[in-house]
């Protein structure tokens, strides 16, 4: 088992993804939250569909609850478009969302350091906040790569290895865990700093885009919302959000609560 929540598997495949609860408010304070930033997902799709034709196979490893999938579906009316992630549950909500969308898909439950596809499969593929999951990255990049055909473009999105450290020091000035600050960072094997060294491992870097988001979190109650989705923190007050909110405005000088992340893409090519 890692020191990082984010790279224990056991905490990765049962708490953190087991079902989409915690993904889901994640997100959703994240994005109730954002202040500047452009949409990841648009994004993705937009750096994709100067790449690829309509038409194309693509992929998306580590879909989550398939925000990317739905867009690229929208964006790229791809032939062939293939959701992975580890996580039956998330899967389920990806399928269920395509269906709604009236878009096609399907989904495919698999650890994305052995993928069960074919060599040169896709045209595309998006590798989006996940990869820090992988104590290995390049691993998983390299299955990435033996899934595109020549030519073929992949997009892998992550975050810088300071994200959200303002958080850290709330965390510890409200006396919640001391220790925050000094742990290392959730994003430690995978982020902006590394991401075009570990991208080159198996495909050509055409380019490396950054761009930094900023979340304004408006009361105390809205952090909390936030800080019990991550698992950095040992925060062992009891009361759920109520509590955490109550200490929160009790302890910190008054709201709004900044912070930031730089959210890096690159986008490479195989060989
Ligand atoms: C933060 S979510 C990202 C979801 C989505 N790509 C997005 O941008 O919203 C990380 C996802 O990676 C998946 N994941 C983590 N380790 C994995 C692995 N070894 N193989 C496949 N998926 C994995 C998790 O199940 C989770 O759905």
């Not at 991208?199 to 800080?227: C, K, M």
Request: net charge positive; with cysteine.
């Amino acid at each position: 088992m890692s020191a990082n929540p984010f790279l224990d598997p056991t905490l990765v495949h049962g708490d953190l993804y087991r079902g989409d609860g915690r993904l889901a408010d994640r997100t959703q304070a994240l994005h109730r939250a954002k202040i500047s930033g452009s949409d990841v997902a648009d994004t993705i799709a937009n750096l994709l569909a100067a790449r690829v034709p309509r038409g194309a196979a693509v992929l998306d490893i580590g879909c989550g609850r398939g925000t990317t999938t739905l867009r690229l579906a929208d964006r790229l009316r791809p032939r062939r478009l293939i959701a992975v992630d580890a996580s039956a549950a998330l899967l389920r909500t990806t399928r269920d969302r395509l269906g709604d969308a009236g878009a096609l898909g399907s989904v495919v439950c698999a650890d994305f350091h052995h993928l069960p596809l074919l060599d040169s499969v896709a045209d595309a593929a998006v590798a989006a906040f996940c990869l820090y999951h992988s104590p290995t990255p390049t691993l998983a990049v390299a299955e990435i790569a033996r899934c595109l055909r020549p030519g073929g473009a992949a997009v892998l999105v992550t975050k810088s290895l300071d994200s959200y450290a303002e958080l850290d020091h709330l965390v510890r000035a409200a006396g919640l865990d001391p220790h925050g600050t000094s742990r290392p960072s959730l994003y430690e094997s995978f982020h902006s700093g590394n991401l075009h060294t570990i991208a080159a491992t198996n495909l050509i870097v055409i380019d490396v885009q950054r761009e930094e988001h900023v979340f304004h979190f408006a009361d105390a109650t809205h952090l909390a919302r936030y800080l019990t989705t991550t698992p950095k923190y040992r925060i062992t007050l009891t009361g759920g959000i109520p509590a955490l909110a109550a200490t929160l405005r009790l302890r910190l000088p008054a709201p709004p609560y900044t912070t930031q992340s730089m959210v890096s893409y690159a986008i490479a090519v195989r060989p």
